[in-house]
């Protein structure tokens, strides 16, 4: 992209989560997820050399590709897109987290073949707190009852929740998003039993700081470390 180095931009993508979450008064770390998808496996090599030891992959194909030719344990790999459940028991063991359940029968799906592999797969629920109808996953009024079902079966960890704001400048918007999710977040920590709020997934380059600030604990950012994709 630009002159500077992929540690470099790894470095003052860092500095600005810190400034965010100082603003912000919190306490918990933020991990930084590097979302390679739509560029080489080179780039997670390039990842792991700037120092980042988690990578997200939108696409089942591409995460089984790259895991191919990086290596399953070289680095914490985020699946972060939506998962065909034709395609589940295949990516299951390519994972390590799971950010887009956006379904009750792809959650059965997953546990059933998570227990068939004598797995657990770690998942996070997927919540459209913006409202747009294009974005996937449970709206708010439907999502305490999805948790407490998808927390039912066996061979799943449910371990928080994902939500994407929406793409535009109104920053009210944005922020609005982030709220609604981190309510939703608070709320199933607090009545659905094995419910797990270990991670709020939300912040992609556009709007990484505004999603720390509102209670992330794993933002996804590609185009700000990788540069643009091409469309
Ligand atoms: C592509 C993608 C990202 C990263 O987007 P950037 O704008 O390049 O940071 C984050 N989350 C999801 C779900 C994505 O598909």
């Not at 770390?29 to 739509?38: D, E, M």
């Not at 050399?49 to 990578?55: K, N, R, Y």
């Not at 068939?116 to 998942?123: A, I, K, L, M, P």
């Amino acid at each position: 992209m630009d002159g500077t180095t992929l540690a470099a931009r790894v470095e003052e993508v860092r500095e600005r989560i810190e400034r965010a979450r100082e603003r912000a008064g919190r306490t918990e770390a933020v991990t930084l997820v590097a979302v390679t998808k739509t560029h080489p496996a080179q780039a997670v090599r390039d990842a792991i050399a700037a120092g980042l030891a988690d990578v997200g992959e939108n696409r089942p194909q591409e995460l089984e590709e790259k895991v191919g030719e990086v290596g399953r344990d070289a680095v914490r790999w985020h699946l972060i897109g939506h998962l065909q459940r034709n395609k589940a028991a295949r990516a299951l063991p390519c994972f390590d987290l799971l950010h887009s359940l956006d379904s009750l029968r792809l959650a059965e799906t997953l546990s059933k073949a998570a227990v068939d592999q004598g797995r657990t797969v770690r998942v996070l629920v997927q919540v459209n707190t913006s409202g747009e109808e294009t974005k996937g996953g449970w709206g708010a009024d439907e999502a305490m009852d999805a948790v407490g079902r998808v927390v039912a079966l066996p061979g799943l960890s449910v371990e928080g929740m994902m939500t994407m704001a929406p793409f535009t400048a109104d920053e009210a918007a944005v922020r609005g998003t982030f709220r609604r999710a981190r309510a939703l977040w608070e709320r199933a920590a607090a009545e659905v039993q094995g419910f797990r709020a270990l991670h709020l997934s939300m912040g992609m380059s556009n709007d990484f700081e505004a999603a720390v600030e509102e209670g992330s604990t794993l933002v996804r950012v590609g185009s700000v470390l990788f540069g643009e994709r091409g469309r």
